[in-house]
């Protein structure tokens, strides 16, 4: 049985790590936060007290955690992934982090005769719980078909976009058409009412048109206009994500004004919707307050 260790059990650690479990597999998970490990072991996971008993109980070690400084201290910081080494290991990180990142941890842990594969994540909480997720991967081929069996169960689509750091790439493009399209759609569905057409008729219209979009097909009826703003995903997360777009433009020495006008207008979003607040409120900038029904 192939032993998955996961560091980072909130809403998409704990979703693959229960799907994993159900699957089968043999899970031991960690979190920084003793009320999240408290949560999980409640849940009948297998929680470690540290890095160091996860590494050394697994075959394979998933990351899921908020930002690429904190990858970089669960990986090479005191008492992380490195201290306690075990070679044949792959470390499979799921989160949103900088390919630059990505590629010198990989380049640390193949010296340790560890594999690392970046397969950042789409779909949310929900997609985590029912292995749905899509991911884009960044690996070498060695490395990906020994955790291939495992991201198979988390996930309904993979695709392998090239060498470690380029699934980091495809996400980080992938957020920032994302927050984009939310701009654009707050701005088609405020044409809309100002030219007193039903929104619900006017996406439809989109939709079986070439101006949908993933935000048309799913944000804007599961949870915007119904007013439900529940998806899982904060605003915190997605301002983090733009500016490690716009951050990673500028190392690439691009100039995208479309792009920069997303990130300010997702910056100065800042002083009017809160962090904790779901991701799709963005629209609000254009719309309003949207109550739920």
Not at 3 to 22: D, E, H, S, W
Not at 72 to 80: F, I, L, P, Q, S
Request: charge should be neutral.
């Amino acid at each position: 049985m192939t032993a998955v260790g996961i560091i980072g059990l909130g809403n998409m650690g704990r979703g693959m790590a229960l799907t994993l479990k159900g699957a089968g597999f043999a899970v031991t998970g960690y979190d920084a936060a003793a009320a999240t490990r408290e949560m999980l072991a409640a849940e009948r996971i297998a929680i470690a007290d540290g890095i160091d008993a996860v590494v050394a109980a697994a075959d394979i070690v998933i990351l899921s955690l908020p930002t690429a400084e904190i990858v970089e201290r669960v990986v090479e910081g005191a008492g992380g992934i490195l201290a306690h080494a075990r070679a044949g290991v792959v470390i499979v990180d799921t989160s949103t982090s900088h390919p630059e990142t990505s590629r010198r941890l990989a380049s640390l842990l193949k010296a340790r005769g560890m594999g690392f594969v970046d397969a950042p994540v789409s779909g949310g909480p929900k997609g985590a719980a029912t292995g749905t997720m899509t991911m884009v991967i960044g690996a070498d081929d060695a490395d990906l078909a020994c955790v291939l069996p495992v991201l198979e169960r988390m996930s309904a689509k993979r695709v392998h976009v090239g060498g470690v750091g380029a699934g980091n790439v495809a996400k980080i493009v992938n957020n920032l058409l994302c927050a984009a399209h939310l701009l654009t759609a707050a701005e088609a569905l405020r044409i809309a009412k100002a030219a007193g057409v039903d929104a619900g008729r006017l996406l439809e219209g989109l939709n079986a048109g070439s101006g949908r979009s993933g935000v048309t097909l799913v944000n804007v009826p599961n949870w915007i206009l119904n007013g439900a703003f529940d998806s899982g995903f904060t605003m915190q997360l997605m301002r983090k994500d733009v500016r490690l777009a716009a951050q990673f433009i500028g190392e690439l020495g691009l100039a995208l004004p479309m792009a920069a006008d997303t990130a300010r207008i997702w910056a100065e979003s800042a002083t009017r919707i809160a962090d904790p607040e779901d991701f799709n409120r963005i629209v609000e900038l254009q719309l309003g307050p949207i109550a739920k029904p």
